[in-house]
């Protein structure tokens, strides 16, 4: 699959990740999977804190970098992958391979169940502390070369809290996609 090809199934969006109607929305998540703030209290309170807690503790924590998966719940999404990205404190620390685990992890997970289409937050990027333009050309960078090598995907959306955030997430964007 051509780099053009594969930047026709990239959307970024502006809004609530928790009101997509996808196979899977990925939440950014502790590596307790015990909740939180932020996108996964968000998440939490849509899914049904009650069911969706006790789903997560069966699945007895997540390393950073991975992801797990488990029903969407009450969530128009069918599933959701919660995946643990890096507490950022320099850049120096492992955390852009960090970051980049979390976007591949996630996407085989969603291939392994056999979904074909994924919505990302941008991961890291709250209370994890993140650089966000560094972060968003990493979650990009990432997806688009999953995306050519794994074709059953049809479409992945980024989800930006933020009109400032989805502002400077389409810019970062257009500069890979006219680089590609
Ligand atoms: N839809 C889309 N994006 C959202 C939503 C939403 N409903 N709500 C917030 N965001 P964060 P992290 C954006 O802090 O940095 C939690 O307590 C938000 O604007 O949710 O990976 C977990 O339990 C930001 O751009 O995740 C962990 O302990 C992005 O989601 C920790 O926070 C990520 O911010 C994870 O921190």
């Known amino acids: 699959m051509t780099a053009a090809d594969v930047w026709q199934k990239i959307r970024l969006l502006q809004g609530d990740i928790t009101a997509l109607d996808v196979d899977a929305i990925v939440n950014a998540a502790n590596s307790q999977l015990a909740g939180g703030g932020g996108v996964d209290g968000a998440i939490h309170r849509a899914a049904g804190h009650a069911e969706l807690q006790a789903a997560c503790r069966a699945l007895g924590g997540c390393d950073t970098g991975d992801a797990k998966i488990t029903p969407g719940f009450n969530l128009p999404a069918r599933y959701i992958i919660h995946t643990v990205g890096p507490v950022y404190r320099d850049g120096q620390h492992g955390e852009p391979e960090q970051l980049e685990s ?4 996630s996407l085989t997970v969603a291939v392994k169940h056999g979904l074909r289409t994924v919505a990302f937050p941008a991961i890291s990027t709250g209370v994890f502390g993140y650089p966000f333009a ?11 070369d999953f995306l050519r090598k794994h074709e059953t995907i049809t479409g992945v959306q980024f989800v930006f809290f933020s009109p400032d955030d989805h502002a400077v997430a389409k810019s970062v964007a257009d500069r890979l996609a006219n680089m590609a």
């Open 102 to 105: 979390c976007y591949r992890r």
């Open 134 to 144: 560094d972060a968003t050309e990493t979650a990009l960078r990432t997806t688009t």
